[in-house]
């Protein structure tokens, strides 16, 4: 399990950020690239729709929601942020087959087998240091054999780390991912390709495929990524290097860098 400290942390931040962070996703060069490469993977899982039922785990202000609403019968959006749930349900108000749930994905209320698609995108897997192998344990249990999810999750190998010289170091002295990556006061848990692959394996999910996003842009400082408003001269650049990367989020051995990881898994 996530420590009580870790737990507060997360919810504290998206108190905070649910009220800014659709203007942020719009606006900075790294959310903009992640979000290109959500609606990339989005189009792909939703070509093998539709699906009966949808499991949007850590649906945050409900932005991919909105979409998975249009390819199931039913969605259902998971949160542990009451604030994040209450812009969601105010986002999706009109939708009559969403619905929404303040939930930990550690200790899911689902009954077994109730979803064939799961979509957890914004880093949730790696907000939770500690306890991510149970909420891969919950996925399986309540995935349908045959069940499609996508996971994203921080890469422990990414070029993010030239202008992360104490970042190398815990790389390089720690076997698999690890967990001194940090932002808005949370930590976050950095995964390896083979980590995460025997993580799922060892929960019966088949890897389909895997996508990075940021891969090239990464190299540029985080001030640049996440600033707003007046753009930059790097600012710019990281929204070029962003659109390269796109091209290149599924390409082998691209993919393996990008800053983040989304990986399309299949339930044995």
Known sequence: MSSPDSTYAVVAAYARLSRTIDGWNREAPFLINCYRTYDKLLNIIGAGGPYKRTLDLGCGTGLQTEFLAGISGEVVGIDISDESIRVARGRCGRLRNAAFQVQDARRMSFADGMFDCVVSYGDVLSH????YEDV?????????????ISLEMDNKWT???????????SALMTRGGHDT???????FKTF???????LLRRHDFEILHVHGHNILASAV?????LEQGNRSLLGRAALALGSADLSLSG???FNRFGYNMIVTAIKK
């Open 128 to 131: 939770i240091v500690d306890g």
């Open 136 to 148: 891969v344990s919950e996925l399986r249990r309540v995935t349908v054999p045959g069940g499609v």
């Open 159 to 169: 070029m993010g780390l030239l202008n992360q010289p104490r970042e190398v170091w």
């Open 181 to 187: 990556r940090s932002w808005e006061g949370m930590k």
């Open 192 to 198: 390896t390709r083979p980590e995460i692959a025997g």
């Open 221 to 225: 400082p985080d001030r640049y990524l």
């Open 251 to 253: 390409v082998f051995p």
